[in-house]
């Protein structure tokens, strides 16, 4: 029999309910499957003395002990992975395959920032006889992190994270709709022997905790990762109080197919990735950009893929895509496919809600579309693909480069001239040539413009949930 957990919220090292909570509903057929609880103000002043007193221990501990804690945590979250999986499953509605698959991501941020930890090295500057010049990182103190919804498991790791290795303290508020997998990562840290305040975990009203927990003094950094609109408002908010902020906001991830490859297997490649997550990524590959030649044989390759992909309860054997998170992701979808209609638009697969019960939406598929279509503004954050054609690839790269934001960005080229073009021509943070893998954790993510501002994973992730000290000693007066 498949539960979902008795969620609680963890505050210097014990569990707690609340008198208020709000219900999680299971997205596949809308049934109430638990109870979140939200934090008070008593709450929340509570995890601030926690996490201020953790901070204190472990900033100070080795970091190889922090190492040795952390990689333990991801070694009980790798152990119980098909119980934290079906949670994800049961809360979000992807597929269990692709559920275990964040479970393996999370504890892979876990792994790498655990072990990055050890390597945060300062350095001596050369300078005359008699004074030393030395340069050394520490913990920027506690962190006040925001997760969102769509990766309920990998997205609080990567903060969690971060912030840990670094030797910081942090009070995380994870996603009211999909709380389970930042309980479960609770549950491991706790059985793997963080100290009390060290990592604090807790729900509620976004804006009430938002607006309380960043101008605490003790609050030295915000690391968020949503809506362009809602960062905007969360950095202006840490501006007042001149605390930096690492955000990793929206995006409407260009992929520019060029005609010196095959356009079956990149079309093929490129809807299986559409349909992940059922589209609810940040770095989803959604505006295609397909040199003339090639045009008519990827769309019509790239429909035929859509189209064969099974929607359906993600516990289901056999279930490619889940339902989408809410009935507001399918009123924004099918206003987008109106406006394309509108538009003078194609539609050649999708655009309809699936049945009346769970919040299914098809594959979607919209073609030729004018640069004013919403859908080509808009972050359908959903699994919507548009297709255009173009003549050049200059003209594939003034197209992707249109639109303020810059996250991820997508090429398919055998052409090392091209590939240079496409890595040097697009604006974002993250270009991938012939692959959609956008992120890993080696490696540094984040968007340019309305996209966000700093880095998670890599060495450069580690350096946000740090401060950089720089010492001067003259060995005589």
């Not at 963890?10 to 909570?21: D, L, N, P």
């Not at 999986?85 to 479970?103: D, M, N």
Request: with cysteine.
């Amino acid at each position: 029999m498949t539960t979902y957990p008795d969620l609680k919220l963890y505050i210097g090292g014990a569990w707690r309910k609340t008198a208020e909570e709000q219900p999680v509903i299971n997205p596949a057929d809308e049934s109430v499957i638990g109870a979140v609880p939200l934090a008070s103000q008593a709450d929340l002043d509570d995890a601030l003395t926690a996490a201020a007193e953790g901070f204190k221990i472990w900033s100070r501990m080795a970091p190889r002990t922090r190492a040795e804690i952390m990689l333990k945590a991801a070694t009980l979250m790798r152990e119980r992975v098909e119980e934290i999986a079906r949670s994800i499953t049961l809360e979000h509605g992807k597929p269990l395959a692709q559920a275990r698959l964040e479970v393996v991501r999370g504890c892979e941020f876990f792994e790498w920032d655990a072990a990055e930890g050890q390597r945060a090295y300062g350095r001596v500057i050369p300078s005359e006889p008699g004074i030393r010049y030395v340069v050394i990182h520490q913990p920027v103190g506690t962190v006040a992190a925001f997760s969102p919804w769509n990766f309920p498991m990998s997205q609080p790791c990567r903060k969690i994270a971060g912030a840990l290795a670094a030797g910081c303290s942090i009070i995380i508020k994870a996603a009211e709709e999909t709380p389970a997998g930042a309980l479960h990562i609770a549950r491991a840290l706790h059985d793997a022997g963080v100290p009390p305040g060290v990592f604090n975990l807790v729900f509620g009203v976004p804006a009430k905790i938002s607006s309380y927990l960043i101008p605490q003094a003790q609050t030295r950094l915000v690391a968020f990762t949503g809506s362009t609109a809602v960062g905007k408002h969360l950095s202006e908010l840490a501006a007042r109080h001149m605390t930096p902020v690492l955000m990793e906001l929206g995006g409407h991830a260009p992929v520019i197919v060029c005609d010196d490859v095959d356009p079956i297997a990149a079309a093929h490649l490129s809807a299986t990735r559409k349909v992940r997550n059922a589209g609810q990524v940040c770095t989803s590959p959604t505006r295609f950009f397909v040199q003339q030649d090639i045009y008519e044989r990827f769309t019509r390759a790239f429909v035929e893929k859509a189209e064969a992909v099974t929607v359906g309860n993600g516990l289901d054997a056999g279930t490619e895509m889940g339902p989408v998170a809410n009935h507001r992701r399918i009123e924004a979808l099918e206003a987008l496919t109106a406006d394309a209609r509108a538009r003078g638009g194609r539609v050649l697969a999708g655009g309809e809600r699936l049945g009346n019960r769970g919040y299914f939406f098809p594959p979607t598929v919209l073609t030729e579309l004018p640069d004013d279509a919403r859908a080509l503004r808009e972050e359908p954050f959903g699994p919507m693909a548009i297709i255009n054609p173009v003549r050049t690839v200059e003209e594939a790269i003034e197209k992707a480069n249109s639109l303020p934001f810059g996250l991820a960005a997508y090429g398919f080229t055998h052409s090392a001239a091209r590939a240079d073009q496409l890595a040097d021509g697009i604006e974002a943070g993250n270009v991938s040539i012939n692959t959609l893998e956008a992120s890993v954790a080696e490696v540094p993510f984040g968007g340019v413009k309305d996209s966000g501002y700093g880095r998670e994973g890599g060495a450069e992730g580690l350096a946000h949930y740090m401060t950089v000290k720089t010492l001067s000693h003259r060995m005589v007066i």
